[in-house]
């Protein structure tokens, strides 16, 4: 089971919420995500290596894209 397979439409998990992601294959996706966040008012987007496994307490494998 993945994840998401296990928490989506179960309640009885309340301080779990799952993040909206979405895979980018391209430098050019990324750049139209990132313009339609700024769209919407957001502050940035969030990147992370897809092959990469989060590792608590670093953002090694991460990275904030927001304009200045």
């Known amino acids: ?4 397979e ?3 439409g179960k309640d009885h998990y309340p ?5 909206e992601h979405t895979e980018l ?6 750049y139209k995500f990132f313009e339609e966040a700024n769209k919407r008012g957001e ?7 897809y092959d990469r496994k989060y590792e ?3 953002r090694k494998h ?3 894209l927001k304009k200045v």
């Open 6 to 8: 296990l928490f989506e």
């Open 43 to 49: 502050e940035g987007i969030m990147l992370k290596f």
């Open 25 to 30: 294959k391209t430098i050019e996706e990324m």
């Open 15 to 19: 301080n779990v919420m799952l993040a």
């Open 62 to 64: 991460m990275f904030k």
């Open 56 to 58: 608590r307490g670093t």
């Open 1 to 4: 089971d993945t994840l998401l």
